[in-house]
């Protein structure tokens, strides 16, 4: 068993909701080696079960309550999981690959393994997603090395039986690298990745698109497609496209800003609208936690970028859903000191998480204190600051620079419960990284929150 060392951003107010979603943000880590996250899903408890990686050990799986704090954690096997999910009889299924081969293995709740198996092509095969059908059998989709010269790589599925045992397998000529596997109710599945195919459930394929490139996404309240990649330009951004189910483009967007680079890791649909997490990359030596919503139109509803005070680098490598109608990131992020951490970020609908991290779905009462990120940001020289106080009380907004230093004071004096607005201008303050700090003590205690800004000049 791993011993897992818990950094927390995290803190509970005494109120009682009749629905609540609790939002957070830990990193989990060893101070020893570099360790990154890549799936997630949440489990019928409303707890979590994560796959990481970290150097030296390869493969690992976290169970954690719906708080974050860990339950148990299992060493797997060396290699890279690419999927976890919670089968229909409790237990749970991770899929992935080593050095040459696939790999599936089922967990019981005590983390504890029932079975394990690999599965060998001709040189490498790579896992990167499965499917439980409804009578247990289990399908792994991935890419499978034929030749190396000529290159030649090629999608490839395997059906089994629930203790994974191989019922049948079959390869998809010039292909190429599979991204996702993502299954369409009543049609069968979507590969993406190099190209796009859409097959039954015996692997027959219905239609393809060489056009068609990056993960792709099921929506089943449009019955399309949304397919996602990078896109070089003057700067790296976020290139959508979305089809019907024959694959026809129905719009097509490029999501970038000026100065910053945007990378798109991860798409899942939400009814008629998509969210997307990735990176944000402000210079070679900063970056965060990317998070944005679009609706079916391709318009940008919100987009967040999440920086810890701590570290300087940050990204997601994947995004699920969760019950409260939230959403769970799983990436990394990298201390100014130290080693890569494992670093999961749990929001609400909005996508935001707080330090207070009660938050009230029905309606206002009860709702948590909020500080949204100022926009625009990077600016020069002036952006706009927000935030949502649940109850009046006296409030401080302060900025401060890289080394602690305090820089500017932009509110000092009471406030009402509501939304507030307060103007930063920086004309004589240098580019650079700088955070701001709202603290807000009234009848129900103190209530600090941090975020960071960037002037560029």
């Known amino acids: 068993m791993k011993v897992i060392i818990a950094h927390i951003i ?40 994560f796959g990481g990686v970290r150097a030296v050990l390869g493969s690992y799986v976290i169970r954690i309550n719906p708080k974050g704090d860990t339950l148990w954690s299992n060493i797997v096997i060396g290699g890279l999981p690419t999927q976890v999910s919670q089968l229909s ?18 967990m019981n709740d005590n983390g504890n393994i029932i079975w394990f198996r690999l599965y060998g092509g001709v040189l490498t095969d790579q896992f990167r997603g499965s499917y439980e059908f409804p009578d247990g059998t289990l399908l ?10 000529p290159a030649r790589v090629e999608y490839f599925i395997i ?10 397998r079959k390869s998809f000529d010039s292909t190429g690298f599979l991204s996702a596997l993502e299954p369409v109710p009543g049609v069968g599945f979507l590969l993406s990745g190099t190209v796009a195919l859409l097959i039954d459930t015996n692997g027959a394929i219905i239609r393809s698109s060489s056009s068609l490139t990056g993960k792709g996404v099921y929506s089943e309240d449009l019955d399309g497609f949304l397919f996602n990649h990078r896109k070089d330009s003057i700067r790296i951004g976020i290139s959508l496209v979305r089809t019907d189910l024959t694959f026809a483009k129905v719009w097509d967007r490029f999501i970038h800003c000026d100065h910053t680079n945007l990378f798109a890791n991860s798409v899942i649909s939400e009814g008629p609208n998509f969210v997307v997490s990735g990176q944000s990359l402000t210079s070679a030596s900063e970056s965060g936690i990317l998070c944005l919503k679009i609706n079916s139109f391709g318009n940008v509803l ?88 649940p109850n009046s009380g006296f409030v401080t907004l302060k900025v401060y620079d890289m080394l602690g230093r305090e820089v500017k004071t932009l509110v000092n004096e009471m406030k009402t419960a509501g939304f507030h607005k307060a103007q930063f201008t920086a004309e004589d303050l240098a580019s650079g990284a700088y955070f701001y700090r709202l603290s807000v003590s009234g009848d129900a205690g103190e209530f600090v929150a941090v975020r960071k800004c960037v002037i560029l000049k």
Do not use: H
């Open 10 to 49: 995290l803190l509970f107010t005494p109120i009682t909701l009749m629905a609540q979603t609790i939002t957070w943000q830990r990193t989990y880590g060893s101070y020893e080696f570099d360790e990154q996250g890549y799936a997630i899903c949440q489990t019928s408890d409303g707890g979590y079960i």
């Open 89 to 106: 009889d409790g237990n749970f299924l991770v899929v992935g690959y080593t050095a040459g081969d696939g790999y599936a293995v089922k």
């Open 140 to 149: 792994f989709a991935g890419n499978t090395t034929i030749n190396l010269n």
């Open 159 to 168: 059906k089994t039986t629930s203790a994974g045992d191989t019922l049948w």
């Open 302 to 389: 919100w987009q967040r970028e999440y920086f810890r005070n701590e570290y300087y680098f940050s990204g997601a490598n994947q995004i699920a859903k969760c019950m409260d109608r939230g959403f769970v990131m799983i990436g990394q992020s990298k201390p100014f000191f130290g080693q890569l951490d494992i670093t999961i970020t749990k929001t609400d609908s909005n996508g935001l998480f707080f330090p207070t991290v009660i938050l009230d779905i029905a309606g206002l009462e009860g709702r948590a204190l909020a500080l949204s990120q100022n926009y625009p940001n990077p600016f020069n020289p002036v952006t706009t600051i927000t935030y949502d106080l």
